[in-house]
């Protein structure tokens, strides 16, 4: 069994930044991607940032060059940088990491379970 847990959500002024963590514990042979995706109120989960095991990264075009996604491999937790933030972040935001456990034949995804975000002066 593999649980992820978030930390790090509050609420921030216009401009300010958080710095979201999600750390995987259990039984891990090894984590492939690691990501964060948001639900703004009334909207779908979408996307936010993921990061591959080769380093690779994806943002979505709404945060380019605000957000940061990073990870400690040695401490199984990934992070998210979110610097310039504005009302529309606004959102529940999950981690997701796809793990391959030793009973398990193939990678699995897991979520955590979410922490707000709110953008508010």
């Known amino acids: 069994q593999v649980q992820l847990v978030e930390s790090g959500g509050g609420l921030v002024q216009p401009g300010g930044s958080l710095r979201l963590s999600c750390a995987a514990s259990g039984s891990i042979f090894s984590i492939n991607s690691m990501g964060w995706y948001r639900r703004a109120p009334g909207k779908s989960r979408l996307l936010v940032a993921l990061?591959?095991?080769?380093?690779?990264?994806n943002y979505a075009g709404s945060v380019k060059g605000r957000f940061t996604i990073s990870r400690d491999n040695a401490k199984n937790t990934v992070y998210l940088q979110m610097n310039s933030l504005k009302p529309e972040d606004t959102a529940i935001y999950y981690c997701?990491?796809?793990?391959?456990?030793?009973?398990?034949?193939?990678?699995?995804?897991?979520w955590g379970q979410g922490t707000q975000v709110t953008v508010s002066s």
């Open positions: 990061l591959d095991s080769e380093g690779l990264t």
């Open positions: 997701k990491m796809v793990v391959l456990t030793p009973i398990q034949p193939a990678p699995y995804e897991y």
